[in-house]
């Protein structure tokens, strides 16, 4: 029987209070699977990619320690009176898609792009939209997924 994964989750400090209910969310997920956790915060969503890069790179470089089976991002993005949005929205779903390609790895991508803080509030929160729940459930299904695939160590 394979013990509980074992996921990094990552959240943004930028807009806190959206992360914080994105974190509870996932957590909760987590805790249903029988997985493990250890949490990481960021600056902002931008800097997801590029820490969950790290802790990839980082455990090829030194052993000893126990891998993490993914990766849960977490975040918001709010649409604001210019076009920073955009490449913002557009970079963070590119970085996190190239981690999961490049590095086969589980990713789970709770960062939410919204049109107000109310919508992101909403998403977040883990009694109605749930996204942080729903982004830690689809991490842990691709490290199922990838334990199918995959022979045993």
Do not use: W
């Not at 891998?67 to 490449?87: P, Q």
């Amino acid at each position: 029987m394979d013990e509980g994964p074992y996921l990094l989750v990552i959240d943004s400090e930028y807009y806190a209070d959206v992360s914080e209910e994105l974190v509870k969310g996932a957590l909760a997920e987590i805790g249903k699977s029988g997985g493990t956790y250890t949490r990481v915060s960021v600056p902002g969503a931008f800097e997801i990619p590029g820490a969950i890069r790290m802790a990839v790179r980082s455990l090829e470089l030194v052993g000893g320690r126990r891998r993490f089976d993914g990766y849960v991002a977490l975040g918001c993005v709010i649409r604001g009176e210019t076009s920073h949005y955009d490449h913002v929205c557009q970079e963070v779903t590119r970085g996190l898609m190239d981690i999961a390609l490049n590095f086969s790895v589980a990713v789970g991508n709770g960062v939410l792009t919204c049109e107000n803080k109310e919508q992101a509030m909403f998403r977040a929160n883990p009694e109605k939209g749930n996204k942080g729940g729903f982004a830690a459930a689809a991490a842990i299904r691709m490290i199922d997924v990838k334990r199918q695939i995959l022979p045993p160590r």
